[in-house]
């Protein structure tokens, strides 16, 4: 065996654990990275959702530890911030929190997490470890997208009485993220792709 090669120093270091723990290692580790990146951000004057890096990490979730894995771990996250714990971007927690501007998009995560490894688990070719990833990605986005607008919508409208249309809703709620969810789909594509080949 090549000492050389990171797939086979991976594969010595993983021979003999237990597939189960190995999950639960996984499921944790993306536990951890969506709760830590969701204190990365950036306030927006104009919106009351941040600029987060967890998409990043709740696409690679989903590709990493497949479809049911993935949104276990996004579903854990959400259950830790329902029960008080501080992994959500904002500072509170609880119900409360879930059901205030946000909470469409952690309910997002979690749908995402599960189509996105979905969508990500076909590999047919060179070509289909760039291009299916790049479809789930942009598939993942768009639900987070659509699930934290649709609940904004609601927020706003029902709950505080504003008059947001559908045009300001996604203009505060979609489209100052667009660029940024951009750079972090392409992101995650290349660590996958890159992850993909050092274990082949």
Known sequence: MNRNNPSAIAITLTKGIPSSILKIAGVTTFVILTSVSAKVKIPLP????PITLQVFFVLLSGSVLGS?????????????????????????????YLLGSTGGYL????????????????????????????????????LIYGLG???????????????????TVVQKGALPFIA?????????????????????
């Open 149 to 167: 607008c649709l609940w904004l919508a609601i927020w706003a409208n029902l709950f505080n009485g504003l008059s947001w249309n559908v045009a």
């Open 46 to 49: 104009f919106t009351p959702v």
């Open 107 to 142: 309910v997002g995560f979690i749908v995402a997490a599960y189509v996105v490894g979905i969508l990500t688990s076909k590999r047919d070719s060179k070509i289909g470890n760039i291009f299916f990833p790049l479809v789930g990605y942009g598939v993942g986005v768009i």
């Open 68 to 96: 049911s894995l993935g949104a276990l771990s996004q579903g854990i996250y959400v259950f830790l911030g329902l029960i008080g714990l501080p992994v959500w971007a904002g500072e509170g927690s609880g119900w409360r």
């Open 180 to 200: 940024a969810d951009t750079l972090k789909a392409f992101a995650a594509v290349l660590v996958l792709w890159m992850g993909r080949r050092i274990r082949n």
